[in-house]
């Protein structure tokens, strides 16, 4: 018996990349899902195509598993209801939602059109609220629920030309901590994940010197989309019942948790501060503690880390 029997679950975005893997491995734990996928672009903005979401439920039915396909749109809270009602009337319910659809339009802020602003936001913040809102309410009245909400590293630690990707991707964050608190009590859990995996996604960012491309050439050899898959799957167990409000992330054989933002350092001036004593005493306190524009450095190779049993 899989880890998912008896569940149904929603993932969108699962006619490629992660997302298809996500509908697959749910599969073979035993959830009956509906797999989602507009079939369009990375970048948006095309009439889609049928074909990649039922291509994966057919593939999920000749294994033995049930599924069923949808090709609508995340950006309408009128397609995202449908979803839920295909779930409900095809298999008789709903339990856990994966949600990585998602686009890209790429560029330099300060070169950056209002159209390519508002679709990156649209699908990825205005798509998870329609996604979350069009589902909470039925996870609450049947007192369960979960969700697995992706962001990035572009919003969590930042990534130069993707200001529209990582603003929105910062937002699901927050989105997802919410979701959590207020779900805490009717059993409703909510998660996100940063994953980092050799998609189409991750090939359509500009490769622009030696460095980038070494990076590239690991990440296309040792980062897949069932990693993060298989962690995206495994939240949504009874077993992790427990995980919620938390920040992920898993690039290859690594499973990673972030911290969320918390104050580190307090100045105080019981008489007052000025512009000349917080240029001269509170900034200089805080420098020390200032974060570097730098990304972090690639994780550690699997194969040399010490796993730590917990």
Request: charged residues 20%.
């Amino acid at each position: 018996m899989g880890m998912l029997e008896g569940k149904v679950v929603l993932v969108t975005g699962g006619g490629n990349g992660i997302g298809r893997e996500c509908a697959l491995i749910a599969a073979r734990e035993g959830a009956k899902v509906v797999v989602n996928d507009l079939g369009g672009g990375l970048k948006g903005g095309d009439p889609g195509d049928s074909g990649p979401a039922e291509m994966v439920a057919a593939e999920i039915r000749a294994a033995g598993g049930e599924a069923v396909s949808n090709s609508e749109s995340v950006t309408s809270m009128t397609a995202v209801k449908g979803m839920v009602e295909q779930a409900l009337d095809t298999f008789g319910g709903l339990h856990g939602v994966i949600n990585p659809a998602g686009i890209l339009r790429d560029g330099m802020f300060h070169k950056m059109s209002e159209e390519d602003w508002d679709r990156v936001i649209e699908v990825h913040l205005r798509g998870t609220f329609n996604v979350c809102r069009a589902t909470i309410e039925h996870f609450r009245n049947q007192e369960e629920g979960a969700y697995v909400l992706f962001t990035s590293t572009s919003g969590i630690i930042g990534n130069i030309g993707q200001t529209n990707y990582g603003a929105a991707k910062m937002g699901i964050a927050g989105l997802s901590r919410i979701i959590a608190m207020e779900g805490a009590s009717k059993n409703v859990r909510c998660n996100c994940l940063a994953p980092v995996a050799w998609t189409r996604m991750t090939q359509s960012v500009p490769v622009k010197d030696e460095a980038q491309a070494a990076r590239r050439a690991q990440m296309a050899a040792n980062i897949r989309a069932d990693q993060p898959a298989r962690f995206s799957v495994a939240l949504l167990t009874d077993q992790a019942r427990k995980v919620t409000g938390q920040i992920f992330g898993s690039s290859g054989e690594n499973i990673i948790l972030y911290s969320q933002p918390r104050p580190i350092h307090t100045a105080s001036k019981p008489e007052g501060w000025t512009v000349e004593t917080i240029l001269s005493e509170a900034l200089p306190s805080m420098q020390d503690k200032f974060y570097s524009l730098e990304r972090l450095p690639l994780p550690p190779d699997p194969k040399k880390a010490v796993a730590k049993a917990g």
